[in-house]
């Protein structure tokens, strides 16, 4: 071979190798998320929305990944013994970062409250609530102290449609839900409905979503890591924001 051709294969050889991903592991990186639509659900496109962000990134860490559906405890407990790999759909708290390694958040959410756009009254603060009666979902990380608000009894139902159908039903005043989680369900189940509902002008706390990696897992730290890189690099091409801008038009959701 000619000595400018062998150059020529060498150096593009370099340049393929800086352009393109090296796989950091062999096996799939085994990811639970729990049912919680649009972030993860069997039924969606992708698997939902937080799904498709953690598989995008994934795959640009230079990790195939592997991605189920569980009920929380058993996502929960799967990972933190080490028989899957992380957590996909995970907030963070200081208690779980003991067993896990938490990544940079890579989707913010937003809770609303709702309530019937016929019913009177001026809402501005959680403490406003009080004596009324709120539908929570049981078993749900709100992140709030509902307790400090006067005589406000929680409703707890197991899933968010029967919350709204309560509100509908005058079974409750108030609901408390995720924007993302409220537009889909009004969407597939209540169409001719939502125009009857209001978003009361609380401010309230916004969760995160991150990947958590398990501590007992060989190779998380650098996982997470390269997760993260990732997650800059989506951040300044513009993939993340394509990703979820798709979703919200879905759902006609104004996240602004």
Same mark, same amino acid.
């Given at each position: 071979?000619?000595?400018?051709?062998?150059?020529?294969?060498?150096?593009?050889?370099?340049?393929?190798?800086?352009?393109?991903?090296?796989?950091?592991?062999?096996?799939?990186?085994?990811?639970?998320?729990?049912?919680?639509?649009?972030?993860?659900?069997?039924?969606?496109?992708?698997?939902?929305?937080?799904?498709?962000?953690?598989?995008?990134?994934?795959?640009?860490?230079?990790?195939? @990944?592997?991605?189920?559906?569980?009920?929380?405890?058993?996502? %929960?407990? #799967?990972? $933190?013994? *080490? !028989?899957?790999?992380?957590? +996909?759909?995970?907030?963070?708290?200081?208690?779980?970062?003991?067993?896990?390694?938490?990544?940079?958040?890579?989707?913010?959410?937003?809770?609303?409250?709702?309530?019937?756009? @016929?019913?009177?009254?001026?809402?501005?603060?959680?403490?406003? %609530?009080? #004596?009324? $009666?709120? *539908? !929570?979902?049981?078993?749900? +990380?709100?992140?709030?102290?509902?307790?400090?608000?006067?005589?406000?009894?929680?409703?707890?139902?197991?899933?968010?449609?029967?919350?709204?159908?309560?509100?509908?039903?005058?079974?409750?005043?108030?609901?408390?839900?995720?924007?993302?989680?409220?537009?889909?369900?009004?969407?597939?189940?209540?169409?001719?409905?939502?125009?009857?509902?209001?978003?009361?002008?609380?401010?309230?706390?916004?969760?995160?979503?991150?990947?958590?990696?398990?501590?007992?897992?060989?190779?998380?730290?650098?996982?997470?890591?390269?997760?993260?890189?990732?997650?800059?690099?989506?951040?300044?091409?513009?993939?993340?924001?394509?990703?979820?801008?798709?979703?919200?038009?879905?759902?006609?959701?104004?996240?602004?």
């Amino acid at each position: 071979m000619a000595p400018h051709k062998h150059c020529l294969l060498v150096a593009g050889f370099l340049i393929s190798s800086l352009v393109l991903p090296t796989p950091l592991t062999a096996e799939p990186v085994r990811l639970l998320a729990n049912t919680s639509p649009p972030y993860a659900d069997q039924r969606l496109p992708e698997k939902g929305l937080a799904l498709e962000l953690v598989a995008h990134l994934m795959s640009e860490a230079g990790y195939e @990944s592997e991605l189920s559906i569980e009920t929380w405890s058993r996502a %929960l407990e #799967g990972v $933190r013994i *080490g !028989v899957y790999d992380a957590l +996909a759909t995970a907030w963070y708290s200081e208690e779980r970062a003991a067993d896990f390694l938490f990544s940079e958040p890579y989707l913010d959410s937003r809770l609303i409250i709702l309530k019937l756009r @016929s019913a009177p009254g001026d809402y501005y603060a959680l403490e406003d %609530l009080a #004596g009324k $009666r709120l *539908g !929570v979902r049981a078993d749900y +990380a709100y992140g709030l102290d509902f307790a400090a608000v006067p005589e406000l009894t929680l409703v707890q139902e197991n899933h968010l449609i029967q919350n709204l159908m309560n509100l509908l039903n005058g079974k409750v005043d108030m609901v408390i839900g995720d924007q993302r989680t409220v537009a889909l369900q009004l969407q597939e189940y209540l169409p001719t409905q939502r125009h009857k509902l209001e978003v009361l002008p609380i401010e309230l706390p916004g969760r995160s979503r991150h990947v958590a990696a398990s501590r007992a897992l060989e190779g998380s730290e650098k996982m997470i890591e390269a997760f993260n890189r990732a997650l800059a690099e989506g951040r300044r091409d513009g993939s993340v924001a394509a990703i979820i801008k798709k979703w919200d038009a879905r759902y006609k959701i104004a996240t602004e």
